[in-house]
């Protein structure tokens, strides 16, 4: 198992707000800090939740505990698994980070809004994403930001490493349609 904890007391959540206002999930948002970090820890385990149930290539989601995100671990014997920055990459890495993104929004609804290559595993069965918590619902004002943002942030990562790929917006274009 892997326990990700949302520290009460250092986090900055005031700028997470915009992921959570405009999301039709999160319509009652109490305030306080201890609160929006309970929140934050929800929403990033029924995020996770929403993409595993789908069949998406991402960490298994186990429970939630106030603060306290319980996942399945990736790796063997303590060590977790390299991200996708750790590793050579080639012209199907980026199909199918590509493919996580179309999938996150046309199959679980959701746009990753922080997707880049420190927040996918690269496993010997394929890329796996996490870090879910800046997640929204497709329906959020900023989702189609959002998804652009992803997008030329995951672009830019593979042009960096050499390989030509597709134009982003043009990548938005097909995966909104």
């Not at 992921?19 to 929403?43: C, H, M, N, S």
């Not at 394929?126 to 959002?146: M, R, Y």
């Amino acid at each position: 198992m892997a326990l990700k904890i949302y520290l009460v007391t250092t986090s900055n959540f005031k700028k997470r707000h915009p992921y959570l206002l405009g999301d039709p999930r999160f319509t009652k948002i109490r305030k306080g800090t201890r609160r929006l970090v309970e929140l934050w820890a929800q929403k990033e385990f029924g995020n996770l939740n929403r993409c595993f149930k789908m069949g998406l290539p991402c960490v298994k989601p186990i429970t939630v505990i106030k603060n306290v995100l319980v996942m399945e671990f990736v790796g063997k014997n303590g060590v977790p698994e390299p991200t996708l920055v750790e590793t050579e990459v080639d012209y199907n890495d980026y199909e199918s980070a590509i493919s996580i993104i179309d999938d996150l929004y046309n199959k679980a609804k959701i746009v990753h809004a922080d997707f880049s290559e420190y927040n996918i595993f690269k496993t010997e069965k394929g890329l796996l994403v996490f870090d879910l918590g800046s997640a929204v619902d497709a329906k959020h004002l900023n989702a189609i930001k959002f998804l652009e943002r992803d997008i030329k942030n995951i672009t830019k990562f593979f042009v960096k490493r050499g390989l030509t790929v597709a134009n982003p917006s043009d990548i938005v274009k097909r995966i909104v349609e």
